[in-house]
């Protein structure tokens, strides 16, 4: 099944970054009631740039798998690279089209990662992620 | 695993009537498995409404040709079949609205409105749909009412008895309860609890939108004041829905919406309603809806509901018994398959995102439901879950396609390295 390739699945069963930070400088929760996926991410965050990321909650594998790559695929990076961030990065990372019934699975990770850096920069969200 | 292929009476060849499942779905057989959220249109069903279009298609009420007579005469009947259906008294009790949601919606802002004042109290239970839940909420946030909610049993598979009797002695304006749950399948005894609250003095509205499709249903038998349901959970197009009200009660109801066809007469000043039920029907109507609603009843009749319900009733008690011998899995709803329970089975697999679960029945050409199934109150709250899985029957399926769904579960647990 192409779908769920193996490194879906490995990330969701071994999710990286997984946990929280308890000195963190911004931290978000984004909830999604249609499946109850829900996921916490906290930031330590040095010079602008993302010195540590963590991810804590539930959901399906793919919002889990997303969450784990998306958070390695950051440390490290910039706040305004962040911004910049889309639903096409975020695609291009976990490989595969998640379709329209999965997007909100799949997208829940950057909009809370999303949401964790306006909270530290108090600016209004871009609109890739509005829409998102 | 050993299939059963036939149903002793030879209702599986009516699956051909089905045109949707010549369909084939990554490739493989479409099986369809969520006839709970809608059901699959016969070719009867598609041709009647066809029909209209081609031959016959015209406003109602008004034309003097031949085929605006028609399609007017149609339309009646239509309402006068879905009268005799359900045992109305006469089509004036049958109001044509969208769906079960607008039916809900126009009891409760018509005759909710009127009746239901501050620090009254609205009836509902544990295991409503959000359809037959927020629009009560709406109605209590604008009287200043309270909405109560009758309970679970300890086994979260009916109905408590006792907080139906605990809740009854608030004297509740309204009690809007659920035929059949569209999450546990079952089925609530509407006509003793219709019984009961009438002597609370209460207004009694049935959810029928699960129900119309699994059981014959008898609203003068069940006695309650108003029942809601559907055209396209059973078999017929979506866009169409009925509200059945007893007479009395929609007599002195007064109309939602103004407009055509529910004036008698209009001056530069004045207005006079017109007649049941065309006072309810502002505008012109889903005409090819009730045409394609009046093919799907036929449809039904021909046939019938008691083996329609035999045969869902013998797919699920196949399914519960697979399902019970897999491990880590939690089945909700009545595990008795006897008249109190309809063919919807939602079940949860140990570590398994329904999600995942949904996605892997997909790439098998598998229909099925995951998510909260519009009923967060009953799956969060009172079964603390977030999401379930959910395999719902019609008379279209049959074994092998249940045989098909264990085999995915499997497949799922397999990949996601569940035991
Ligand atoms: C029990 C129940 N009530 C109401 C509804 C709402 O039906 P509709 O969306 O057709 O208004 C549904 C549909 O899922 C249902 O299962």
Redesign the interface.
């Known amino acids: 099944m192409d779908f769920y390739a193996e490194e879906l699945i490995s990330h969701y069963e071994h999710p990286h970054n997984k946990g929280v930070i308890s000195n963190s400088d911004s931290k978000f929760h984004e909830y999604n009631p249609t499946c109850g996926d829900d996921i916490t991410i906290y930031l330590k965050i040095k010079n602008d740039i993302i010195e540590d990321v963590k991810f804590d909650g539930n959901g399906c594998s793919i919002s889990i798998a997303s969450a784990s790559m998306l958070t390695d695929f950051v440390k490290g990076k910039k706040l305004s690279e962040i911004e910049k961030m889309d639903f096409k990065t975020l695609k291009e990372l976990i490989n595969i089209d998640p379709g329209p019934a999965r997007l909100k699975c799949a997208t829940l990770s950057l909009k809370t990662l999303k949401g964790a850096v306006f909270l530290y920069e108090h600016k209004p969200m871009d609109q890739n992620t509005k829409n998102m | 695993m050993v299939s059963k292929n036939d149903l002793s009476d030879g209702i599986e060849s009516v699956r051909s009537d089905f045109p949707i499942f010549k369909r084939r779905i990554n490739g493989k057989r479409f099986a369809y498995l969520d006839s709970a959220s809608t059901s699959q249109k016969p070719k009867q069903v598609i041709k009647a409404i066809s029909d209209y279009y081609v031959n016959y298609n015209s406003n109602i009420h008004r034309g003097i040709y031949n085929i605006a007579e028609k399609s007017t005469s149609m339309y009646i009947s239509s309402k006068e079949h879905i009268a005799k259906y359900i045992n109305a008294n006469s089509y004036n009790e049958i109001i044509y609205t969208r769906n079960t949601t607008e039916s809900i919606n126009l009891v409760a802002l018509t005759l909710g409105n009127e009746y239901v004042n501050k620090e009254d109290h609205i009836l509902i239970t544990d295991l409503e749909h959000h359809s037959n839940i927020v629009p009560w909420q709406l109605l209590a946030k604008r009287k200043s009412a309270a909405v109560d909610y009758i309970k679970l049993d300890e086994s979260k598979e009916h109905l408590d008895i006792n907080s139906i009797k605990e809740q009854l002695e608030k004297d509740p304006k309204i009690v809007a309860i659920s035929h059949a749950s569209n999450v546990l399948g079952t089925v609530n005894d509407v006509k003793e609890i219709t019984r009961e609250a009438h002597k609370h003095g209460s207004i009694v509205i049935v959810d029928g939108a699960q129900a119309v499709s699994h059981m014959s249903v008898d609203v003068r038998d069940i006695n309650c004041d108003f029942y809601a349901f559907s055209s396209h959970k059973m078999f017929g197009p979506s866009g169409i829905g009925v509200l059945y009200g007893k007479e009395e009660l929609l007599e002195n109801m007064g109309p939602l919406y103004g407009g055509g066809d529910m004036i008698h007469t209009v001056t530069h000043d004045t207005y006079s309603w017109n007649s049941l039920p065309w006072k309810f029907e502002a505008g012109t109507p889903n005409i090819e809806g009730a045409i394609g609603l009046n093919a799907a009843i036929d449809y039904i009749e021909q046939i019938g509901i008691q083996r329609i319900a035999k045969h869902n009733m013998a797919l699920t008690a196949y399914l519960l018994e697979h399902l019970s011998k897999i491990d880590d899995i939690t089945v909700y709803g009545p595990k008795n398959v006897d008249n109190r329970r309809i063919g919807v089975v939602s079940f949860d697999i140990k570590g398994l995102?329904?999600?995942?679960v949904a996605?892997?029945f997909d790439?098998e050409g598998i229909a099925i439901r995951?998510?909260?199934h519009c009923a967060?109150p009953l799956i969060?709250e009172s079964l603390n879950?977030?999401?379930l899985s959910r395999i719902s029957f019609n008379v279209y399926n049959n074994y092998v396609e249940i045989d098909r769904a264990l085999k995915a579960i499997k497949k799922a647990k397999k990949?996601?390295?569940v035991k």
């Open positions: 995102h329904p999600h995942d996605q892997v790439s995951a998510g909260h967060m969060t879950r977030s999401a990949l996601f390295k």
